[in-house]
């Protein structure tokens, strides 16, 4: 059953902690995507990436690092200098061909305190 | 910047009666539209799309049409159903042939009562 697998559902850490949401997609997508939600905000894209070992920042990537080692796999570190770190974290993928939808994962919910 | 705008926060509908949901953009690259569907806790679901080429796209029970004059996109379910009550982004993105990045809107909240 194909799919993207984000983990944990549910995160918390204390402020000046670096923390890696994990996400992992058998899809075979070539493009992964991070998009953070916040309450009364739409989706906003923090990296993409659309080939292994390659990323480029989306619109809001200060505060944040990913690597792309495997096809499958785009962990997002969000770090100490993110100033708003809680929010709904979102995973996709996509065949990165045009017109190709994005695939979500069912997210991460970090809480930083 | 909003480049892609869903002016109304919530809707409510009756169960049967048609939703409409409605999307304004503002960037021209912008030629691919997609509906997303999104439950409390989950990610978002695709629903429908359409590219600038057309201006209606139907799917079942959904429908989407664009008017690139007016840079306006809107989603019809018909009849509408209580499963139907979730959050509805829009999104865009131009046709580049590269990464499917996508600019979303801020999103509408359908409930469908009984």
């Known amino acids: 059953d194909g799919g993207i697998t984000q983990s944990p559902k549910y995160l918390f850490r204390k402020e000046g902690q670096n923390v890696t949401l994990s996400c992992e997609q058998n899809l075979n997508h070539d493009a992964m995507y991070w998009y953070r939600q916040d309450p009364g905000q739409g989706l906003r894209l923090i990296y993409y990436s659309q080939i292994v070992n390659d990323f480029q920042k989306g619109d809001i990537a200060e505060g944040y690092s990913v690597s792309r080692e495997k096809k499958e796999s785009f962990p997002l570190t969000v770090t100490s200098a993110q100033k708003n770190p809680t929010a709904f974290y979102l995973c996709?993928?996509?065949?990165?061909?045009?017109?190709?939808?994005?695939?979500f994962g069912n997210g991460t919910r970090l809480t930083v305190t | 910047d909003q480049q892609v705008k869903q002016n109304s926060p919530s809707l409510s509908v009756q169960e049967g009666r048609i939703s409409i949901l409605n999307c304004d953009y503002t960037?021209?690259?912008?030629?691919?539209f997609l509906w997303y569907k999104k439950y409390p806790a989950e990610g978002p679901t695709f629903l429908i799309s359409?590219?600038?080429?057309?201006d209606k796209n139907e799917d079942g029970r959904f429908t989407v049409f664009l008017n690139k004059s007016a840079k306006h996109l809107s989603l019809h379910i018909v009849p509408s159903q209580p499963g139907d009550s979730a959050v509805y982004f829009c999104a865009a993105r131009g046709d580049t042939g590269t990464a499917s990045k996508l600019t979303f809107g801020t999103g509408t909240r359908l409930q469908v009562t009984l």
């Open positions: 996709a993928s996509s065949t990165d061909r045009a017109g190709s939808p994005l695939h």
């Open positions: 960037n021209s690259m912008f030629d691919y």
């Open positions: 359409i590219s600038s080429i057309k």
